[in-house]
C-alpha cells in the first residue's frame, strides 16, 4: 500500500421493508448524509464516489449510478459503479479503499443500496436467460442443496441453522437499524415456520429489505483531521482482498469454496492474524441463509472442516457470551437491502472497531473481519479493520 | 527505454496488448462467453502470457443488455479463473473497469491485469433498454429513446452556429472512410456527403448516417507495470494520465452543446497540454463528436478516429475500452507518440473518461 486506509465515516438507513417516503436518491442520500456527519466532513471534502448495488433489475433502473450522480454530490467528479453479485457491497468498499491506499484521493464515498420494494428480487433472479436453463427457484432454491451437503458431510444436527436464526434475531433486537425485531422469537417459532427450501424454514432465510450503506474512507491525514472534529477514532484498513472462481467448473465445492479459502488466507497474512477464532475479535460474515454461518466458520478457518456446526452450537458465535461472536448486528438474517448487505458487514465491524456499536457493541474489539459473497457462492470480498495502523 | 513520467499515481502502467471481436450487427447463437473466448486468447497470446500471469482482473458490461441479472458471472468463464483469481467487475463501460484496473496496479503486489467488456446488443431494442437509463421517477416513464435525445443536443449544437448539418454528414463520411483500413469495423466504406444529406431525418436533425451501428462486440486488453510492460511489449503504450468525470442527470439542467467532465478530466489527464498525434473518441453521435473535439480543444492537426470511431462499430459496454484500445495500438504499432482515448457513459455524454497514452 503507497497510503494508509481508514474508515472515517458510516451511515446507514433503517431498513425496512418498504420505504414509500424516499426515491431512491432519497434513501442513498439518507445513508451517505449520515456518514458524512459521522466523519465531520460535508460534500465538498469528499473526492470521488464509488456506488455499488445488485442487479439493476432489482429496482429496474440501468446504471443508476448516472442518475444517482447528483443526489450523491458527486457532479464534477469521478463516481464508479461495481456490481459483483451478492459480495458487491463488499466489493465496493474494496474499490473505494484502493482509490486510498494507491494515493489517488484523500477522502472518498463510498455507498451501497437496494431498494427492494421497487421490483421483486425473487423475479428478477429467475428471468429465463438465452441459452440456459432457467433456475425459478430464487437465491434459497440455489442454496438449498449445497446446505444438505454440508448436513451430510458433517453430521451436522438438523437444529443448527434454527440456532443460528434465533441468535442473529437476538442480537437484532439490540442494533435499533435492523430490519427485522421479532422479541419472541425461539427455536420453536423457526420450526414451525413454513419450509421454504428444505432444510431452511422462513424464518432461516434473510427477509427482502430497503436500505442503504456509507461510509467515508480516508487516508492517515484525514483520519487525523476526523479524529480532531469528531473525536472519534478511526478504524484501519490491516487487509484486504478479493477473489473468484468460475460458475461452470466441475472442480469446485460450492459447499466449501476455494475462493472464500483462498480470499480468508490472503487478507489474514496481509493483517498477521494466525489464528482467526483468537486474534479476531468479532466478525461479520454474510449469512443469508442461517446455514451458512456453520459452513462459512469453516471456510473462513474459525475452526477445522467439519466442525462449525459444533461452535454454533456451543454458542461460540453469540454476542451473549461467546468467544468470537458473529453478526452482532443481526446480520443478513435480519437487513437484507442486497446490494448494501455487504458494505453492511464492512460498515459493522467498522463500529465495532470504533467502539461506536452501542447495545451490540463487544467489549474491547482490536481486530474485526467483515466478510461478504455472492453469485453461485464464487465471489468473495473480505476486509480486516483494527484499531492499529497496519 | 524507460516509461514517461506519469502525470497521476506513482507506478508508471502501460498498455501491452489489445484484442477485439469482430465487431457485428448479429453474434447470432453464440453467447458473451462464446464471443470472448478468443478475444481472452488473443490478448494473452499477443504477450505470450496466460490468465496465471496477471494479478488482477476487471470486466465492465451491463444485465440490461442481455435482460437477465448478473450476465458478468459466467462471461468470467471465458477467462477460466481456476484457481481462483482477484477479480471485479463494474456495471460501466469496461474502459472504467481499465480504470478500477490501473488504479489496482498502483500497489506493487501485482505487476499485470486483464481487462475486458462485452455486449450483445442484438438481444433486445436499445431504443426501449436506454429508456431505462434516465430517472426512473420523471424521465423513464416517458419512454425517451436515446435517438431523439441526441436530437436535442443536435439541434441545440446547430443553433449555437457551432456545426452544420454538412459538417455533420463530413464527420460521418470521413469515420466511415477510415473504417476502409479496420478490418474490425462493422460499417466502413465511401460515403457522397450530398447523398448522406439527401436522406430523410430519423429524428430532425439527425439523418440515419449521424447515428451509431448496433453492433454486437467484445474486446479485452491487458496492463502491465514498469519494466514488465518492457518484457511484453516493445513499445508499450504508457497511460500517463486517466480520469473521468461526471455531470448531473438532469439534462434540462445542463448545456449539451459543451462537455464540462470531458474537459476536466482531459484537464487532470493533460489531455490539453497538445502534442495529441492521434485521438479516438467515443461519441456515438457525429454531433457528439463536435461537443467532445471542442471540450479536448483538438485541432484540425490531430488524426481523429483512425479507427473509424464508434460510427463504424459502436460495442455497448466495450466501445469506450475500444478506443483506448485503438488508441494504444497507434503506439504499440509505432504510428503514434502521443496519443489520446474518450470514453462516455450515460445519456448526452453525461460521464466521460480520458486517457493520454504515450510512447516510452
Redesign the interface.
Known amino acids: 500500500?503507497?497510503e494508509r486506509c481508514a474508515v472515517i465515516g458510516v451511515g446507514q438507513t433503517h431498513h425496512k421493508s418498504r420505504r414509500d417516503d424516499v426515491?431512491?436518491a432519497g434513501l442513498v442520500r439518507e445513508a451517505a448524509q449520515r456518514a458524512l456527519a459521522d466523519a465531520g466532513v460535508t460534500w465538498s471534502d469528499i473526492d470521488a464516489v464509488v456506488l455499488g448495488k445488485?442487479?439493476?433489475?432489482?429496482?429496474?433502473?440501468?446504471?443508476?449510478?448516472?442518475?444517482?450522480?447528483?443526489a450523491l454530490g458527486?457532479?464534477?467528479?469521478?463516481?464508479?459503479?461495481?456490481?459483483?453479485?451478492g459480495s458487491v457491497g463488499g466489493?465496493t468498499a474494496?474499490?473505494a479503499a484502493?482509490?486510498i491506499?494507491?494515493?489517488?484521493h484523500r477522502r472518498v464515498l463510498t455507498v451501497a443500496f437496494e431498494k427492494q420494494s421497487?421490483s421483486d428480487a425473487m423475479w428478477?433472479?429467475s428471468?429465463?436467460?438465452?441459452?440456459?436453463a432457467p433456475l425459478l427457484a430464487g437465491a434459497g432454491g440455489y442454496f438449498a442443496p449445497h446446505i444438505r451437503a454440508y448436513m451430510r458431510r458433517s453430521g451436522a444436527p438438523r437444529d443448527t441453522g434454527m440456532l443460528v436464526a434465533v441468535k442473529d434475531r437476538l442480537q437484532a433486537l439490540k442494533n435499533p437499524y435492523a430490519h427485522l425485531h421479532i422479541p419472541d422469537i425461539s427455536l420453536q417459532m423457526v420450526e414451525e415456520s413454513v419450509m421454504l427450501w428444505d432444510p431452511l424454514h422462513y424464518l432461516e432465510a434473510c427477509p427482502s429489505s430497503d436500505g442503504a450503506a456509507a461510509m467515508v474512507l480516508g487516508t492517515e491525514a484525514a483520519a487525523a483531521e476526523a479524529q480532531a472534529a469528531t473525536g472519534k477514532r478511526p478504524a484501519w484498513v490491516q487487509g484486504m482482498?478479493?477473489?473468484?472462481?468460475?460458475?461452470?467448473?466441475a472442480?469446485r465445492d460450492q459447499v466449501n469454496?476455494?475462493?472464500g479459502r483462498?480470499?480468508a488466507k490472503d487478507v489474514y497474512a496481509q493483517a498477521g492474524i494466525e489464528n482467526p477464532r483468537e486474534d479476531l475479535d468479532c466478525a461479520e460474515v454474510y449469512v443469508p441463509f442461517s446455514w451458512y454461518e456453520p459452513m462459512w466458520l469453516e471456510n473462513l478457518g474459525f475452526c477445522a472442516e467439519g466442525d462449525g456446526w459444533k461452535l454454533t452450537q456451543e454458542g461460540a458465535t453469540a454476542l451473549d457470551g461467546g468467544d468470537i461472536p458473529w453478526n452482532c448486528s443481526g446480520g443478513v438474517l435480519s437487513s437484507n437491502p442486497i446490494g448494501a448487505s455487504g458494505m453492511l458487514r464492512f460498515l459493522e465491524v467498522a463500529l465495532q472497531v470504533r467502539g461506536e456499536a452501542g447495545e451490540h457493541q463487544v467489549d474491547g474489539v482490536r481486530r474485526a473481519l467483515g466478510q461478504a459473497y455472492g453469485?453461485?457462492s464464487?465471489?468473495f470480498a473480505m476486509w480486516v479493520l483494527g484499531t492499529e495502523k497496519p | 527505454m524507460s516509461p514517461p513520467t506519469p502525470r497521476?499515481?506513482?507506478r508508471p502502467v502501460a498498455v501491452v496488448s489489445f484484442a477485439q471481436a469482430d465487431n457485428l450487427r448479429r453474434e447470432g447463437?453464440r453467447?458473451e462467453v462464446e464471443m470472448l473466448l478468443p478475444v481472452i486468447g488473443e490478448v494473452f497470446a499477443n504477450v505470450g502470457i496466460t490468465k496465471d500471469d496477471v494479478g488482477f482482473?476487471c470486466s465492465g458490461s451491463?444485465?440490461?443488455l442481455?435482460?437477465?441479472?448478473?450476465?458478468?458471472?459466467?462471461a468470467?468463464?471465458a477467462v477460466?479463473?481456476?484457481?481462483?483469481?482477484?477479480?471485479?467487475?463494474?456495471?460501466?463501460d469496461a474502459a472504467?473497469a481499465l480504470?478500477?484496473a490501473w488504479?489496482?496496479l498502483?500497489?506493487d503486489d501485482i505487476d499485470a491485469a486483464l481487462v475486458y467488456g462485452f455486449g450483445k446488443s442484438s438481444?433486445g431494442n436499445l431504443g426501449e433498454?436506454?429508456a431505462?437509463?434516465?430517472?426512473?421517477?420523471v424521465m423513464?416513464p416517458l419512454w425517451p429513446d436515446p435517438v431523439s435525445l441526441a436530437a436535442l443536443q443536435a439541434r441545440a449544437l446547430l443553433d449555437s452556429g457551432r456545426t452544420t448539418e454538412q459538417e455533420l454528414a463530413e464527420i460521418a463520411a470521413r469515420n466511415r472512410r477510415r473504417a476502409l483500413t479496420n478490418p474490425n469495423a462493422q460499417v466502413a466504406g465511401e460515403f457522397d456527403v450530398a447523398e448522406l444529406l439527401a436522406e430523410d431525418y430519423v429524428v430532425s436533425p439527425l439523418r440515419r448516417h449521424t447515428l451509431p451501428p448496433i453492433t454486437d462486440g467484445a474486446c479485452a486488453i491487458v496492463l502491465a507495470v514498469g519494466g514488465r510492460a518492457y518484457e511484453l511489449a516493445e513499445r508499450p503504450a504508457w497511460i500517463t494520465g486517466i480520469?473521468?468525470?461526471?455531470?448531473?442527470?438532469?439534462i434540462g439542467a445542463r448545456d449539451l452543446t459543451h462537455s464540462?467532465?470531458t474537459r476536466?478530466a482531459g484537464e487532470i489527464a493533460g489531455a490539453l497540454d497538445g502534442g495529441i498525434d492521434i485521438a479516438e473518441l467515443h461519441a456515438p453521435f457525429a454531433s457528439q463528436e463536435v461537443v467532445v473535439r471542442d471540450a479536448l480543444s483538438l485541432g484540425d492537426n490531430v488524426d481523429v478516429n483512425p479507427s473509424g470511431g464508434v460510427l463504424a462499430a459502436n460495442p455497448i459496454m466495450s466501445a469506450g475500452l475500444a478506443r483506448i484500445g485503438e488508441a494504444a495500438s497507434r503506439i504499440l504499432d509505432g504510428t503514434a507518440g502521443r496519443a489520446l482515448a474518450h470514453a462516455t457513459?450515460?445519456?448526452l455524454l453525461?460521464?466521460n473518461l480520458v486517457a493520454v497514452l504515450e510512447r516510452g
Open positions: 500500500m503507497a426515491s431512491i445488485a442487479p439493476d433489475m432489482f429496482e429496474g433502473v440501468m446504471m443508476p449510478e448516472l442518475y444517482l450522480a447528483p458527486a457532479v464534477g467528479k469521478p463516481i464508479f459503479r461495481v456490481h459483483t453479485a466489493s474494496l474499490v484502493h482509490l491506499t494507491a494515493g489517488i421497487d428478477a433472479l428471468v429465463p436467460q438465452p441459452f440456459s482482498a478479493m477473489r473468484s472462481e468460475p460458475t461452470m467448473f472442480g469454496p476455494q475462493a483462498d480470499c453469485g453461485g464464487q465471489f | 497521476q499515481g506513482h447463437a453467447n482482473i451491463t444485465d440490461y442481455v435482460g437477465g441479472p448478473f450476465s458478468f458471472v459466467t468470467l468463464d477460466g479463473v481456476w484457481p481462483p483469481r482477484s477479480e471485479s467487475h463494474v456495471e460501466m472504467w480504470y478500477e488504479v489496482r498502483q500497489e438481444l433498454i436506454f431505462l437509463q434516465l430517472d426512473p421517477y423513464a480520469d473521468h468525470r461526471v455531470e448531473t442527470h438532469a464540462p467532465s476536466k457513459s450515460g445519456p453525461q460521464q
